[in-house]
């Protein structure tokens, strides 16, 4: 086994706020309706139910949840669907008529859908209960779901999600065994993403996913660039990025200043805006943190010069590999690590790519991801209002500026360092469990708390 996670995998394309709570939701309710409509007793079917534990129970409504899975029980998938036709489907205190799997007629009432936020399942904090019942109320199947973080789900009992074939050309478990590796090969870490990449498809086809995920990316950076209004969700937050691209234009025809650093910020702000409001998004490697790995590409395209799409797709590669690590040996999940986990996770990824395709060294690169991920440490996941707004919006324009910033200083170094990403990511783990539960996408503590009590 290795560490390593398929780039078609990590980066999928779904819809907000949140790869946890809405895409994730999303796949299992979709899994759990085909398996319904298959099993010999699914004409039968009558009723489905569905329960939310921990932290989808806590922070759920807030995150689309309920709408997730009646669209995942309709068969809508996150990759394919309109991000409209989701938004509404949960029928609060009425009733509706769905069809599960798209085949099948059942009834879905508001409260077949209940929240348990202080009842915590022993596979992770995220985890849904669905149940069929037949017209006399008897049980025709129950399946439990985990939303292990990034849009990845677990049945219970499965240890495994990721579909990878035995015997992959290059293993590695570390940060330390990856730079080795490329030392002793003399190759970079896209290349090793891309040689293991070729044992799961055909080059063409991962080549063309790399690029189906880059314009996804750069289709979300410019619709959150244009669009006006507020987010939706009650607290009234406007959209800034669409304002910030106005006056950067304006700043930049009168040459008034250098504004590199502040497009970074609108790209990473556009993106979230976009994810906040239910848009087309790509898991990076989760929703929370879509933002920071979009926002440094669109840098290194707009502001870098010889910028290009070989470049993109090395950037995509050298990402994927850093995130693998932290998901095998750490957490990307906001429930499980707090916002260490994405966040942090992002920025280390980006800084790692972005060293990568400003012609780093392997050990640089490691040297850029530890960087990133040292100073993101203990971060807490305290969304306000169990939205994916505040802190999450500006805490990704933030983490884009770090990451472009442990990129340059490593780059001025030789890539030796007293702390190793491989340290830093087991210190992350080790945080994310000792770190109170109130805050880990609970909204329970911090920001969430404060800010509505003052």
């Not at 086994?1 to 995998?9: F, I, N």
């Not at 489905?48 to 995150?63: D, E, M």
């Not at 991000?83 to 509706?96: K, N, Q, S």
């Amino acid at each position: 086994m290795t560490a390593y996670v398929s780039a078609l995998d990590l980066f999928s394309v779904g819809i907000g706020p949140s790869s946890s709570h809405t895409v994730g939701p999303m796949r299992a309710a979709r899994d759990f309706a085909a398996e319904c409509v298959a099993t010999p007793q699914g004409a039968t079917i009558r009723r489905v139910t569905c329960r939310l534990f921990g932290s989808l129970g806590a922070t759920g409504l807030g995150h689309g949840t309920p709408d997730a899975v009646l669209a995942g029980l309709a068969g809508m998938s996150p990759e394919t669907c309109d991000p409209a036709a989701v938004r509404g489907l949960w029928p609060g205190r009425g009733e509706r008529e769905l069809l599960l799997a798209g085949v099948l007629p059942v009834r879905v009432s508001g409260g077949d859908l209940t929240f348990e936020p202080f009842v915590r399942l022993p596979g992770h904090p995220n985890a849904l209960t669905l149940t069929a019942f037949d017209a006399d109320g008897a049980v025709v199947l129950e399946c439990t779901y985990y939303s292990v973080g990034g849009g990845f789900i677990l049945r219970d009992g499965e240890d495994d999600h990721r579909p990878l074939p035995q015997g992959l050309p290059h293993a590695f478990d570390t940060a330390a065994e990856l730079v080795e590796l490329c030392a002793r090969r003399d190759t970079t870490f896209a290349q090793v993403a891309l040689e293991n990449e070729d044992a799961i498809r055909d080059r063409t086809k991962t080549l063309a996913g790399l690029d189906a995920i880059w314009s996804a990316m750069a289709a979300c950076v410019s619709a959150g660039l244009y669009a006006t209004g507020s987010l939706p969700g009650g607290l009234g937050v406007r959209r800034r990025a669409e304002r910030m691209r106005e006056r950067l234009e304006a700043v930049d025809a009168a040459r008034e200043r250098d504004t590199t650093h502040e497009w970074l910020q609108a790209f990473a702000l556009a993106v979230n805006e976009e994810n906040a409001s239910g848009g087309r998004v790509v898991t990076a490697p989760t929703n929370g943190a879509a933002g920071i790995l979009p926002a440094v590409a669109s840098y290194y395209l707009r502001f870098v010069p010889g910028a290009s799409p070989d470049g993109i797709r090395e950037y995509l590669l050298t990402a994927t590999v850093i995130g693998s690590l932290f998901k095998a040996n750490a957490s990307i999940s906001g429930a499980e690590a707090g916002c260490q986990g994405e966040v942090g996770s992002a920025c280390a990824m980006a800084a790692g790519a972005l060293c990568a395709v400003l012609g780093g060294t392997p050990a640089q690169v490691e040297n850029a991801a530890e960087i990133a991920m040292e100073h993101h440490l203990g971060l807490t996941c305290d969304p306000v209002g169990g939205l994916v707004q505040i802190p999450c919006i500006e805490r990704n324009a933030i983490a884009s500026s770090t990451a472009v910033n442990a990129a340059r200083m490593a780059l001025n170094g030789d890539g030796v360092h007293l702390v190793s990403l491989d340290t830093v990511i087991e210190t992350m783990r080790q945080t994310g469990l000792d770190m109170s539960t109130k805050y880990k996408e609970t909204s329970t503590g911090g920001l969430a708390v404060n800010v509505i009590e003052c």
